[in-house]
């Protein structure tokens, strides 16, 4: 078996008594696409801070390609490429000078820098902005900018930390497509996102909550973690019917989807034919209803609301 | 170091230099400041040269009476002679004359005060010599009875004491030579250290500190790659104004080696206070405060415009530990004492000392924020 690209074991960082991540293990192998996801504040920035070498891990230990993310910091730093949750390059300097600028810091032969930057441009589309201002340029193109930057010394693995946020659906098409060119040379990506349908694209996907893992799989396995498919109602009016329905006993959630309503429940087929045999809410008009595939959405909202009820017992 | 430490620290430093570049308020306030502080300054200490000639004499009549009086008549200083002041002259039982100054720049009331008693003591000689000359005769005849010593004597008395004066250091007393080196010190502290402490802050406050990290960057490489340029500068700066100092108003410059010594020695310390204010600021907001908070008591407690001798002993103990008091010292002693380095040692070695502080701390303190 060859050797992971990232290994976490019992990883772990506190800050006093606040456990920002805990004992959190796992292994990626080389060239996957590791979607990590969870709530803010459930760690995933400490995580890629500790994997940085920016944060001290206060137990537990994690390997970058075999070398300690702390103790070798410096080896490791030259092994992956950073893509900032904000956008982090200097908006004075022109798109090929940061280029060249991370490329000099990242100790790239200054001979192989022009060709390596001319690539960079035409890989991210941004040969014509090349002597724009950094600061000058669109949200879409800060992104592939920085992921040029975070390119240059053309690492194994690269950790992105929400690079889609505040993105347009054709930069952020962009990106994944990219991303996939990456992945498809044997790149490691790393990365941390809220949007479900960017979860479906990664080849697997870890969740976090409070510090903790709570599960590590490819997508599809994710969702066949589910008991059962997924209830959902057409009920009118649907605001009200949402209101009333999540303080139902045994309802662990409801969301609104296209004007329908799922709901999380732990035996979904009882409550129906219970409501078939007497609908309990007289204000309001039942329409119909319907079984749905669970998405990812789905899994995140069951996984972070922690509804353990309606998913299978977690294998190992 | 290997080879590659070297053209890390080359991007740092072309990167920090593209900003400074790139940044045309700075840059304007690094190419004009100076020349025109360096105008202004030295013009402003001209007027020191003050000398008492312009003090004047302007007689009033008799409507001075009180001691609140001088605002009044537009004057500085009164001397009030009292009624009677001829009689009591005659009866051998002189009035004293009521003098007052106004004290309330200290300088000038001690200045006053000289003057006045140097006028009365001549306008006194003359009289004496006036009376003197017209004693009777037999007085001096009686006088040539006396023995020749203690004649002789009475004339050493009678006559003023000359001292022959020869002014050493600063020969034509110009207080422009003098204070040259405040004017550099002040121009270059203020530019290295408020640039300096900005250009960290400035890279915390845009997240690109945490870009900067993630690099195989090193800290010395990152601290050393900004300091370059700022060093360059202040020396281009440095060289700036002592040719214009020079040229406008003719003053020397000796021993150009021990100078660049103690400028960049003074540079360095200079630089890591910046370092280390940028250090400890999370914004630029921040650093731009504890500059100014940092510059304000070393303009005015460093001795670059006055001499530390006038400050009371516990605050020149304050005044130690500011690179610009050693700065200045060393320079003075050069340029206008053209000591030998023996004498200035003591104020290279502090600021040496100041040097590996203000790096070292600013070194520690990095590390802390790292992790």
Not at chain 1, 19 to 34: D, K, M, Q, R
Not at chain 1, 140 to 151: I, N, S, V
Request: proline share 5%; net charge neutral.
């Amino acid at each position: 078996m060859t050797e992971p690209a990232i290994l976490l074991d019992h990883l772990s960082k506190s800050y006093g008594d606040i456990h920002a991540v805990e004992e959190l293990s796992l292994a990626i192998t080389p060239g996957t696409i590791f979607g990590f996801l969870g709530a803010n504040g459930a760690g995933k920035t400490t995580t890629i801070r500790m994997l940085c070498g920016l944060v001290r891990p206060t137990s537990g230990s994690a390997k970058i390609t075999g070398a300690d993310v702390w103790r070798q910091r410096h080896i490791v730093r030259s092994k992956f490429g950073y893509v900032a949750q904000r956008f982090s390059l200097y908006r004075d300097l022109t798109v090929e000078e940061n280029i060249r600028f991370f490329g000099g810091a990242c100790r790239v032969p200054r001979g192989e820098l022009p060709a390596r930057t001319d690539r960079l441009l035409e890989l991210t589309d941004l040969t014509t902005k090349r002597h724009a201002p950094a600061g000058s340029l669109s949200g879409g193109m800060r992104q592939l900018l920085a992921l040029a930057c975070a390119l240059v010394h053309e690492p194994p693995l690269l950790f992105l930390d929400e690079p889609t946020s505040g993105l347009d659906p054709v930069h952020r098409q962009q990106m994944w497509n990219l991303l996939y060119d990456l992945s498809h040379r044997g790149i490691t990506i790393f990365v941390t996102t809220h949007y479900m349908d960017e979860a479906e694209r990664c080849t697997e996907v870890g969740f976090i909550e409070k510090g903790r893992l709570l599960a590590k799989a490819p997508p599809r396995a994710l969702k066949a973690s589910f008991h059962a498919k997924l209830l959902e109602i057409e009920v009118e009016p649907v605001m009200e019917a949402l209101v009333r329905l999540r303080e139902v006993p045994g309802i662990l959630g409801v969301s609104l989807r296209s004007g329908s309503l799922r709901l999380y429940t732990a035996d979904s087929e009882k409550l129906v034919a219970e409501w078939k045999n007497k609908w309990p809410f007289p204000e309001l008009c039942w329409v119909g209803h319907r079984w749905a595939e669970p998405d990812m959405e789905d899994v995140f909202t069951a996984y972070s609301q922690g509804y353990a009820a309606v998913l299978k017992p977690a294998q190992s | 170091m290997k080879r590659g430490s070297f053209s890390a620290i080359a991007s740092v430093a072309y990167k920090e230099f593209l900003h400074i570049y790139r940044d045309r308020r700075v840059l304007i306030l690094l190419l004009i400041l100076p020349p025109v502080f360096t105008l202004v300054f030295g013009h402003a200490f001209e007027a020191g040269e003050m000398k008492n000639e312009t003090f004047q004499w302007r007689v009033e009549p008799a409507t001075v009476t009180g001691e609140w009086d001088l605002l009044g008549h537009a004057v500085q200083a009164a001397l009030i002679i009292p009624q009677g002041w001829n009689d009591g002259l005659a009866n051998g039982d002189p009035i004293p004359l009521r003098l007052y100054l106004d004290g309330s720049d200290t300088n000038t009331a001690d200045m006053l005060e000289g003057s006045v008693q140097k006028t009365l003591g001549d306008f006194q000689l003359s009289e004496r010599q006036v009376m003197v000359d017209a004693l009777p005769e037999d007085v001096f005849e009686l006088a040539k009875k006396l023995p020749v010593q203690v004649r002789k004597q009475f004339v050493s008395m009678m006559e003023p004491w000359k001292t022959e004066g020869k002014i050493l250091y600063n020969p034509k007393t110009r207080f422009i030579d003098y204070v040259v080196p405040g004017v550099i010190g002040l121009i270059l502290q203020l530019i290295t250290v408020t640039l300096m402490a900005c250009t960290l802050a400035r890279e915390r406050e845009a997240g690109t500190l945490y870009q900067l990290m993630v690099t195989s960057l090193r800290r010395r490489e990152i601290v050393i790659g900004k300091i370059l340029p700022y060093l360059a500068i202040s020396v281009v700066l440095i060289v700036g104004i002592i040719f214009l100092t020079s040229w406008h108003f003719q003053v020397q410059f000796h021993d150009p080696g021990a100078l660049a010594v103690i400028c960049l020695l003074f540079l360095l310390c200079s630089l890591g206070m910046g370092l280390l204010i940028s250090a400890i600021s999370r914004t630029q907001t921040q650093a731009i405060q504890f500059s100014v908070f940092f510059l304000l008591p070393v303009f005015v407690l460093s001795g670059a415009f006055a001499p530390l001798e006038q400050l009371p002993k516990a605050i020149r103990y304050v005044s130690e530990l500011f690179p610009l008091t050693h700065f200045c010292r060393a320079f003075r002693l050069v340029n206008l004492y053209r000591a030998t380095p023996q004498y200035y040692a003591e104020d290279l070695v502090l600021l040496a000392v100041g040097v590996l502080i203000t790096f070292l701390g600013a070194m520690i303190l990095l590390k802390r924020v790292e992790q």
